[in-house]
């Protein structure tokens, strides 16, 4: 699908297609629909940014809040979003030793404790070790850095999202 196939969509259509870029946050796509027609991915990836940053910090701990745990026991439950677990799977996350899972859940407990949402990382972007040494030092940072920097890789894992969708003749500049 090219950009002008998406701007031709109805809102159910755009909704069903896009609703997950941004973790069960289909509301954020809903909300953007009416900001058509889109010059380019790169414009509707830009307005999804902006709906985000304009969101009170209740808001984007909201969006934060609404993604899974990585290498939690949903990856192997199968009730995690088709996304995600792809995602997850391809940073290795679903093949931990049995080391590596409890440090990792051990982590995000910390974690959750410490700043009341979940780590949240574009696992596309990363590897395991990469994640495990990330998640262990970001539980140092203070709360709104950490909420900032959360909400940065939420931008990375909807642009990725959005370029698996859309067809795209511009270079991948991420
Ligand atoms: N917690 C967390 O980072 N989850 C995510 N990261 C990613 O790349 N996909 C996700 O669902």
Redesign the pocket.
Known sequence: MDISAVNALPYEDFVNIFGNVV?KCPIITAAVWSMRPFASLSALEAAISEFIDALPESGKEGILRC????ASRDLHGGT??R??RE??AR?GLDALSSAEASRMAQLNVEYKERFKF???????MNDKANILRQLSERCGNERAAERARGIE?VKK?CRLRLQGLVLTDAPNKL
């Open positions: 973790e993604h899974p745990d990585l995690l979003t996304e995600s995602e997850q940073a979940p780590f949240v990382i574009c696992a596309r890789e894992i």
